[in-house]
């Protein structure tokens, strides 16, 4: 994975993908071959502070109903052992940079939020350490289309200014081609194709194919 490209893992359920994740941020480990974060062999690392230099996005987002926004958000940085007043201002910049207004949000709690600005927390808890590396596994996956759509154009401009490197999950090849540098076909637990998004509309692999007649029958309509 390119350093500050998002890699979209794209598939069908049970292609692999997750597992490919969880490989990442040492979940699991692997059987054979190895796997490197910034040059390290993953088994290489204390899983604890591998896992700290690694943002994590999922689709159910996992914000601890106790705590508020500002410390949803605050978490890695205080295992880090961060000043407070940092974490608060980093909270509350991270609340700008995701487009909520800090001063309405920072002290509410997760459930008298939306859906789709609980996953805006989501996404600023996982940059609050500013880790080199962001994982997302299907995050905009519950939202409604529209809801879904916007998030998507949103992080598309916050990853243009951040220029994270990240590897996005996802089963929508529209979503593909929308935040994807390049795409990461798989199937069966096997890399089909691994190439910029326009690739995979000309690849003659049936399941390449699949996914193209998807995404054209999308436009289409």
């Not at 997750?18 to 290489?44: C, F, S, W």
């Not at 994590?56 to 705590?67: A, T």
């Not at 500013?130 to 519950?142: H, T, W």
Request: aromatic share 6%; proline share 5%.
């Amino acid at each position: 994975v390119d350093q500050g490209e998002t890699l979209v893992l794209l598939g069908r359920s049970g292609s692999g993908k997750t597992t490919t994740m969880k490989l990442i941020n040492r979940l699991i480990d692997p059987t054979a071959g190895t796997v490197q974060v910034e040059g390290k062999r993953t088994v290489d690392w204390d899983p604890i502070r591998l896992r700290r230099r690694i943002g994590y996005v999922i689709q159910e987002i996992g914000l601890f109903p106790h705590l508020t926004v500002e410390e949803n958000i605050g978490v890695v940085p205080r295992l880090e052992n961060w000043p407070a007043e940092r974490i608060k201002e980093r909270a509350r910049a991270l609340l700008t940079l995701v487009g909520l207004d800090a001063d309405r949000f920072a002290a509410r709690f997760p459930r008298e939020l939306s859906g789709g600005q609980r996953q805006r927390i989501g996404v600023a808890r996982a940059l609050a350490a500013d880790p080199p590396v962001i994982l997302l596994d299907e995050p905009f996956g519950a939202l409604d289309p529209i809801t879904r759509r916007e998030i998507q154009r949103e992080f598309k401009t916050l990853q243009q200014e951040l220029k994270k490197t990240m590897i996005f999950v996802t089963h929508d090849i529209a979503e593909a081609f929308v935040l994807g540098t390049r795409i990461a076909l798989l199937k069966d637990g096997q890399l089909i194709l691994l190439d910029e998004p326009q690739a995979l509309l000309h690849s003659q692999h049936p399941e390449a194919r699949a996914f193209a007649e998807c995404f054209n029958d999308a436009q289409g309509s």
